[in-house]
């Protein structure tokens, strides 16, 4: 037991020194790191925001809105589909999570539910595997009436791709800030983790991609005003909306706008020449230049109405017809929001509103203090645990020492060579490590001792102490193991960064433990023969 | 080979020490289910002082620019905003404050709205240095998880001990580790301390802890059944403790050495986690003996069942 082979010791050194070497960038800076020559390895363990600072966002989709975008936007498919095939509705309703359609002529009924089966419904899911299906239901309701009802697939679809362009649209606004390092991704079905390393000040931020900012053109109503729309009933096809511009408090417009900002090729912030006002000028792509053209061309000496996020930015007359597609835009800006939305219009509107459920962050300052502080505890942790184990064990002592010294090396390593993060949480998981890994020294340790009482040679002593405490050792850690993969699965942020170090701890401690104390103690013996003393167990 | 003076540690734990462990085992197993009882008592009565994370709200670290906090002045400010109940705490340094606004009505933008107008007013006196905001549906799913984190933990490592042992065991196991769980929630009850994501996470390494110490003990156990054929059950429970009481004690003096450091000197932020680590881990050390032990002599466990049916399994240490 206590001979190793050569290739055994050959490659447990080894180990040990790849453990060095691959945990060595951690001592040195980003930059120091990064001059060196490619053959050196050069992973650093990634810190947590909670230790570099920065923010965490968790964003997510308002599913109701989203329904109700769905419905009104399924609202207008099924009335064009059905005018487009001569089945003409004499209503389309959304009523209750539904689309109600009401025809003119009951008999068209069947012809209607199948244009609206074939042109409105989508097929979604996959054939192959038996999961297809349409994303809406169509059905005949009583009378002359047809029920259109949203699938639970169909909606999780369309939510899964409002996510995943949600995700797109702010990559495209936050890396327009030009910080690299960012991570949005993905959480769930309807959740998007933002996270943003280095940055303290969230209100930018969640200015920045918190905002739906879908802009459009409205043609405004040309004789009521809001407040007659709103005694009684708007005309259809309007509505009244909120202004901000200043000047009145809402406007009755038409819902379905001119041009939206989709069509949209560029938008810069500026300063209006004549009255230093902060603008917004934009140009329109060739269909939106057409569309806007026509509309200017058509309503010369009347205003139009521009709308973001269902709020009136501004009302302009129109002055003569705008032909060449773009424009500017006026909304009693400050320089910082001019600059906002003219990034935000250029890198698209959210396809869904997004609410913050979660916010975490911590500023630099903080997180500096967070580091130095688990340093500080965790080299007193180390030096303490490390006095305790020379005095209780002697020269074994010495060995548990360096065999606790390649645990943590080999424990860095790992998370820097597999780019784990370390969290605050994750410096206590380390740190806890620590005095827990030296628990496999001493059940050995303490075996021996037994065994040496019980009147057993040093050698057969030594021997039996670690076949008999290796059981034991192994049945202890993977119970602990066997915790800290439960915090890994269902725990949320500091809990997965104290599981991640806890578990690579619990396998570089039975390495170190069994292995490099056992080659170590072997040197130990072989040099005690040599010159030959008479071997005496130290603990 | 190895440059290593020779030397010999020193004893610092008695050896061969013969103390009845189980004499006292009856009063302890009864104070303790006492314990449990006053604990589940707190926990229903008193409840617990959940952070953001299960409660839902916001806190908000500041640091005074000036050096000294006001905080008589930036109580009065945030109490106009009208935010409901605002506790403001000072904690480390005179230039620290912790600011904890409970969850606002109104959904998952509220929560924004008051963070929004609570930082307007303190910006210009104040750096922010951590800033947790919880919505009304992350902390309803993190109670969820982390209920059911631990119940699951313990699920587990149960499942574990009952497989590798028997269930006698087990039994013996599950006891102590609610035993360990349920005080650490009712001392965090009692003295009110702010109950967290990473209590739930303290309270799992003392699972994981505590059952450690208990497995070392079982092992010795079933060894020493397969041992001393003869030997009276209470004696042999008592052996076993004693064999395995220097390891205990050594074990359990580094792990809170090194917690003592994180609690001293590892700063504000994960200084509840330490202190529920410390407090778990001398409760885990106290039930692995005087509960997880005993339930095995209460249990009157039959010799033939686990020395007959470890036959196996037992050749691994001989």
């Known amino acids: 037991m206590l001979h190793f082979a050569r290739w055994k010791s050959l490659s447990i050194v080894a180990v040990c020194l790849a453990g060095l070497i691959l945990s060595l960038p951690n001592l040195f800076s980003k930059e120091t790191v990064k001059a060196w020559p490619d053959w050196l390895p050069k992973a650093q363990m990634p810190l947590g925001l909670d230790l570099q600072g920065g923010a965490h966002l968790l964003l997510a989709a308002n599913s109701d809105e989203l329904k109700k975008d769905w419905l009104s936007s399924l609202r207008e498919d099924a009335r064009k589909v059905l005018r487009e095939a001569k089945l003409y509705p004499a209503s389309v309703n959304v009523v209750g999570g539904t689309v109600r359609v009401t025809l003119l002529k009951p008999q068209d009924s069947d012809a209607a539910v199948k244009e609206l089966r074939t042109k409105v419904a989508q097929q979604i899911g996959n054939a192959l595997i038996g999961t297809a299906g349409t994303d809406i239901a169509v059905a005949k309701g009583e009378g002359a009436s047809i029920i259109l009802t949203p699938t639970e697939a169909g909606f999780l679809n369309r939510q899964t791709n409002a996510i995943t362009a949600s995700i797109e649209t702010i990559n495209r606004r936050v890396n327009a800030l030009g910080t690299s390092e960012s991570t949005v991704v993905r959480q769930g079905s309807d959740r998007i983790l933002v996270q943003f390393p280095g940055l303290s000040d969230t209100k930018g931020l969640k200015d920045l991609i918190g905002k739906t900012a879908k802009l459009s053109f409205h043609e405004v109503h040309a004789s009521m005003t809001p407040a007659e729309a709103q005694q009684g009933r708007p005309p259809v096809g309007f509505a009244v909306y909120p202004s901000q511009d200043g000047y009145v408090d809402s406007y009755l417009l038409r819902d379905i706008p001119i041009v939206q900002g989709d069509e949209l090729v560029d938008a810069q912030p500026g300063q209006d020449s004549r009255t230093g006002e902060w603008i917004i000028s934009f140009r329109f792509n060739q269909a939106g230049a057409r569309k806007f053209g026509r509309f200017t061309q058509a309503n010369v000496g009347r205003p139009f109405a521009i709308v973001l996020d269902k709020q009136v930015l501004s009302a302009p007359v129109i002055r003569e017809a705008i032909l060449g597609g773009s424009g500017q835009i006026s909304g009693r800006f400050s320089p910082d929001s001019a600059t906002t939305l003219a990034l935000q219009l250029r890198s698209g509107a959210l396809p869904t509103e997004l609410t913050i459920v979660e916010e975490r962050t911590v500023g630099p300052s903080l997180g500096a203090d967070s580091v130095s502080a688990g340093k500080t505890a965790a080299v007193v942790g180390a030096i303490a645990t490390c006095v305790l184990m020379v005095f209780a064990y002697g020269t074994f002592g010495v060995i548990a020492v360096f065999a606790l010294f390649f645990n943590m090396l080999l424990i860095t390593a790992t998370m820097s060579v597999v780019g784990m993060t370390l969290t605050l949480p994750g410096i206590a998981g380390l740190v806890l490590t620590l005095g827990m890994a030296v628990d496999a020294n001493v059940l050995i340790y303490e075996r021996i001792r037994e065994e040496v009482r019980s009147g057993r040679s040093p050698i057969n002593a030594i021997e039996a102490g670690f076949s008999r405490a290796f059981v034991t050792i192994l049945d202890s850690q993977l119970t602990t193991l066997a915790a800290a993969i439960i915090m890994f699965i269902l725990g949320a942020g500091p809990i997965r960064g104290f599981a991640v170090t806890l578990s690579v701890g619990i396998f570089t401690s039975i390495f170190t433990a069994v292995t490099v104390t056992r080659l170590l103690v072997a040197w130990w013996l072989a040099g005690q023969r040599a010159r030959a003393h008479k071997i005496v167990v130290p603990v | ?318």
């Open chain 2, 1 to 318: 080979m190895l440059p290593i003076p020779n030397f010999k540690g020193v004893d610092f734990f008695p050896h061969d020490t013969r103390i009845d462990f189980m004499r006292f085992k009856d009063i302890c197993f009864w104070a303790s289910v006492a314990a449990m009882v006053i604990s589940l008592g707190l926990f229903f009565a008193k409840g617990l002082n959940y952070g953001v994370d299960f409660k839902g709200g916001s806190m908000i670290e500041l640091k005074a620019k000036s050096g000294t906090a006001d905080v008589a002045a930036l109580r009065g400010d945030l109490g106009a905003l009208k935010l409901g109940d605002v506790q403001i705490q000072q904690f480390g340094g005179a230039g620290e404050v912790l600011v904890r606004l409970e969850q606002q009505p109104g959904g998952e933008e509220a929560q924004q709205i008051a963070l929004r107008k609570v930082t307007s007013k303190v910006d210009a006196a104040y750096e922010l240095r951590r800033v947790e905001v919880v919505g009304p549906a992350v902390s309803s799913e993190l109670r969820r998880t982390g209920t059911i984190a631990v119940l699951a933990g313990i699920f587990a490592i149960v499942l574990y001990v009952w497989f590798r042992f028997e269930w006698q065991f087990a039994l013996g196991t599950v006891l102590a580790l609610s035993h360990d769980t349920l005080l650490t929630v009712g001392l965090f009850s009692l003295l009110g301390l702010e109950f967290d994501l990473s209590t739930v996470a303290a309270l799992l390494t003392i699972l994981g802890y505590s059952v450690n110490d208990t497995v070392v003990i079982s092992d010795r156990i079933r060894e020493n059944l397969r041992r001393f054929k003869r030997m009276e059950l209470k004696e042999l429970l008592n052996l076993s403790i004693n064999e395995t009481l220097s390891r205990t004690l050594l074990t359990s003096s580094t792990t809170i050495i090194v917690l003592i450091a994180l609690l001293l000197l590892g700063g504000s932020v994960i200084r509840n986690f330490t202190f529920a680590m410390l407090f778990g881990i001398v409760v885990g050390t106290y039930s692995s003996i005087f509960i997880a032990a005993p339930v095995l002599d209460y249990m009157h466990i039959k010799r033939e069942t686990i020395v007959g049916e470890e036959k196996g399994a037992g050749n691994a240490k001989a």
